[in-house]
């Protein structure tokens, strides 16, 4: 029927004609009735439109050329070298499900990655050895295992080379149009491929297939950029319970799972190699081979579960995340990256990312770009990077592009408030309305203007705050790379960039509070070493302040001296009044005279700190004076003075402890001690700026864990000196993102005077409220906890006794109830010190006024801080009340596939 069917309709489509095996002919027909006439109704045959005929519309050609507009036909499961059985089943081209999974239908991925994973070749070494054999397929490697090679591509391969093309031709037919054919097919064995065409090759379609395991629920596509757009906008849609495995539908939360970085399925142990087969884009479902990533899992990309290393060997890992991190893919598609107002053209790109210093991590977004500089920041946003300058990509740098807002052009960008900050610190003060270049090399110029700046890279301040802020560390002349090797401090900052503390701790005190010696205590606690340079610094601050409270005694020995001999002089006149007024001076010798070769030595060195020249003659001074240091303080006036030390106001607490030492110190070699280094005044930064990061075990409520086995978060103790932060503590609105501020008032400041300007001194305790109520109202701290370290505790304790804490205004209702065998050291009532009462009755006025302002409450500690128990305490808490908040906020659960716990949402 068919063959005479064929003759009456020559015109049949001919392309069929060599498909006779694989197409059965059916056709139907009707003929005009001529039998008798019917008693029922003989349905009409109407005659079709052709016009109205539905018919599929042709491929766009485009849509072709995005591999995921191509229907896909899974890879084979390569997660292991195949068995001799399996191979040999496959050769013999019969069943193709043998591992109960669709076998060998491999897709074809925009990179052409050939999928060998058990090889001992690495990527290029295989493609060498299957350039060189021009044999593909299966590969013989262990005696008794075999390594599939295949996917289409290779395939088509081995069509190629069939057909007389070599490997070059296959790597160009690749380059050139692989986008094109779409083509998948099954795998074939090495001789299947020598010897025939592939048996199933399938036309490219505008269909898309689903995966009946994964749920998959892809879209029909027909253009290329917007198919690639809602890929990346929806992740196919999964009903699958929480917890579960998406394949076998089994586990719990806790299951370990790896997780597709496409669609986000996740996969338990057993499941995971079927339903990513060979991973030739890295960790993909099948159905997801060719899509763009999910760019939220564009940082996981390279880091593998535990699970899957487990499942897989060293080398195949390697290979995989290789694929995973290298697939073209997988890259961040151009034309989602924009800098200075345009988008990224592909070539852009390359450049982008060829350059000498790339952007770090570069994600989809909008970006600004100072091509003259190197800077490179998020639109709106301060600079966070310096990479490569003079790149020809991205538009024009537009004035607004970080949102700066003082009026400060550096390269025609408005700078931020932090940038200028910065140049402020750095000694470049410069107001409104001034427009700067600033070159590559970290020097600065004012437009119109020939003088140069100078670096300001090379200052350490500079850089440590550049750390703090997250800024991009300029270069400078000596270190044009941008100063990253043998720099402590720009270390310091390196780290904190990478590592970035969870929590930031703000501290905050008025001046000689205490918060560099709490700071200081804080790196000794917990072990975060001092830099060579730190320790520099230290030991010269040390030595000098040696000098300036040998100063201080020299000058009380000089006023002590006189009021003795001006004592001396009264008493001699009322005892031997006479014409001549004789004085008897050989009499005027007191036990604070000191000899002429030391009178001479104090002249000088008080000569040189009135002058304010005490810096410049370090550190030679520490060579040539030593010893007279030492003959000094030996010297009885010296001493003598030194008892008298409670009346030298000028004079700290810790002078004494130097001062004992005053021989061992002021040699050259000297190197401080741990102790030395807390005791000594400041810190190291001339700006007043510190950081420093260090660890906190969580604080552990059951007394049945084991010390060490509860997890420990990272913290970052960021101190700040209030002379830093400007009128109004303006400069506070760089530190949004701390966690809890920690803010020191000394409590033995309630009985003393501040040096006030223009001579008007007042009570140091009022001018700690006074910023304290500044910090605490600042538009930044809205809603930031605060910690009040009341510092200085061992100071109360010794004065309270002796000057009323009424002296200060603030206190005058401070009428603590005392016993009668009241005893200021022991007790009160035997319960609490006056000390202790006076640190409550403190805390309370804090709390209130805090309330007042806020509304909210007020945490306190008690510290001293040359005590390292008290300061640990004090950080703890801020460690506890910071824990405390995060509980109350909702939980927020990680979803990262390098964890080996399923603990994402979905
Ligand atoms: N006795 C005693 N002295 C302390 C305590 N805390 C700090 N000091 C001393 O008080 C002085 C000032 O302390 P710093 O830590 O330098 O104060 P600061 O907040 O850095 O203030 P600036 O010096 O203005 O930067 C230093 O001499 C410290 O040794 C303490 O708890 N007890
Ligand atoms: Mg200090």
Redesign the pocket.
């Known amino acids: 029927m068919a063959g005479f069917l064929r003759k009456l309709l020559p015109t049949l489509p001919s392309n069929h004609d060599d498909d006779d095996n694989h197409h059965s002919m059916e056709y139907s027909f009707a003929m005009e009735y001529h039998g008798p006439p019917v008693t029922y109704d003989v349905p009409l045959a109407v005659p079709v439109d052709i016009d109205q005929v539905p018919t599929a519309a042709a491929v766009v050609s485009a849509s072709l050329v995005d591999n995921s507009s191509v229907p896909v036909i899974q890879p084979i499961v390569m997660g292991k070298p195949l068995s001799k059985k399996l191979v040999d089943k496959l050769k013999s081209g019969s069943e193709m499900t043998a591992l109960g999974e669709p076998v060998g239908l491999s897709a074809r991925g925009s990179s052409g990655a050939v999928g060998s994973l058990n090889g001992d070749e690495s990527a290029p070494k295989l493609l060498d050895a299957i350039r060189s054999s021009g044999r593909f397929g299966f590969s013989k490697i262990h005696k008794d295992s075999y390594e599939l090679l295949g996917s289409s591509d290779m395939l088509q391969l081995s069509n190629d080379c069939k057909d007389g093309g070599g490997f070059e031709d296959y790597l160009s037919h690749v380059s050139s149009d692989s986008s094109e054919s779409g083509v998948s097919s099954e795998v074939l064995s090495s001789e299947d491929s020598k010897t025939e065409k592939p048996r199933h090759v399938k036309e490219p379609s505008s269909v898309t297939f689903r995966d009946p395991e994964s749920y998959d629920i892809f879209q029909e596509e027909s253009d290329h950029a917007e198919a690639r757009n809602i890929h990346r906008r929806r992740a196919p849609e999964r009903n699958v319970k929480k917890g579960l495995c998406y394949r076998c539908l089994k586990g719990n939360r806790f299951t370990e799972k790896e997780v597709c970085i496409v669609c986000s399925a996740k996969y338990c142990v057993s499941c995971v190699l079927r339903a990513m087969g060979s991973m030739p884009e890295g960790r993909k479902c099948v159905t997801c081979i060719g899509l763009p990533i999910e760019e939220s899992r564009r940082r996981t990309l390279g880091k593998c579960s535990q699970m899957l290393k487990r499942l897989l060997s060293d080398l195949e890992i390697e290979l995989i995340m290789r694929y995973e991190l290298l697939c073209e893919v997988n890259q961040l598609p151009h034309e989602l990256v924009c800098v200075n107002g345009e988008p990224l053209s592909q070539e852009e790109m390359v450049f982008l990312k060829s350059c000498p210093k790339p952007p770090k991590k570069l994600k989809p977004g909008r970006y600004w770009y100072d091509k003259v500089s190197g800077l490179w920041g998020k639109e709106g946003h301060r600079p966070c990077q310096i990479i490569s300058p003079q790149l020809n990509v991205g538009g024009q740098i537009k004035r607004n592009a970080s949102n700066g807002n003082t009026k400060i052009l550096v390269n025609s960008r408005e700078i931020t408030e932090v940038e200028h900050w910065m140049m402020h610190v750095a000694g470049i003060r410069c107001v409104g309305n001034i427009s700067l270049w600033l070159s590559a090399d970290g020097t600065y110029q004012e437009e119109g203007q020939k003088n140069m700046i100078d670096p300001i890279g090379n200052k350490s301040g500079v850089r440590l705050l550049c750390a703090v802020f997250s800024l991009p560390i300029l270069p400078d002349s000596a270190n044009p790379s941008g100063g990253e090797v043998n720099d402590p401090v720009n270390e310091v900052g390196l780290n904190r960039l990478e590592q970035k503390a969870s929590h930031k701790l703000f501290l905050i ?12 205590q804080a790196k000794l606690l917990y072990n975060v070493p001092f830099s060579e340079d730190e320790r520099q610094n230290i030991k010269f601050m040390i030595q000098t302040n040696l000098y300036c409270y040998l100063g201080i005694l020299l000058e009380g020995r000089e006023r002590f001296e006189e009021e003795i001999l001006t004592e001396m002089q009264k008493r001699q006149s009322v005892d031997e009044p006479g014409p001549s007024g004789n004085t008897g001076l050989t009499q005027d010798k007191t036990i604070y005279s000191i000899g002429p070769r030391l009178k001479a030595f104090s002249d000088w060195l008080l000569q040189v700190m009135v002058s304010g020249n005490l810096e410049v003659i370090f550190p030679a001074a520490t060579r040539e004076y030593a010893p007279l240091v030492e003959e000094l303080w030996k010297d009885a006036a010296i001493q003598a003075t030194y008892n008298r030390r409670s009346e030298l106001k000028m004079l ?3 002078a004494s402890y130097f001062l004992d030492q005053s021989v061992e110190v002021s040699k050259v070699d000297y190197e401080p001690s741990d102790v030395d280094i ?6 190291t930064s001339s700006n ?1 700026l510190a950081c420093t990061e260090f660890s906190l075990e969580d604080v552990d409520l059951d007394p049945h864990n084991q010390p060490g086995t509860l997890p420990s978060r990272r913290f970052e103790l960021i ?1 700040v ?1 209030p ?1 830093n932060l400007g009128d109004n503590c303006k400069w506070l609105e760089m530190f949004e993102d701390v966690g809890i501020v920690l803010f ?1 008032v ?1 409590l ?1 400041d309630y009985d003393e005077l501040s040096d006030g300007l223009n001579g008007f001194s007042r009570n140091k305790m009022l001018e700690s409220k006074k910023l304290f109520e500044r910090v605490v109202t600042h538009p930044n701290f809205e809603h930031k906890d605060f910690l009040l370290i009341l ?5 109360l304790e010794e004065k309270i006794d002796l000057s009323p804490l009424t002296k200060c205004e603030w206190f005058h209702d401070f009428t603590p109830v005392v016993s009668h065998n009241y005893n200021s050291r022991s007790s009160i009532s035997n319960t609490h010190s006056l000390a202790q009462i006076a640190f409550h009755y403190i805390a309370l006025k804090f709390k209130t006024l805090f309330y007042s302002l806020t509304g909210r409450k007020l945490y306190v500690s008690s ?5 390292p128990d ?1 300061v640990g305490e004090a950080l703890t808490y801020a460690g506890t009340i910071l824990k405390w908040d995060e509980e109350k906020k909702p939980n927020y659960v990680l979803c990262d596939s390098s964890y080996s716990l399923d603990t994402s949402t979905s």
């Open positions: 005190g008025p001046n000689r509070s205490g918060t560099s010696t709490i700071f200081k700290p607490r810790v807390l005791y000594a005044e400041g810190i007043g101190r000196h002379k020191c000394s033995s510092n200085k505790f061992d100071l510290v001293t801080g040359l005590e008290t």
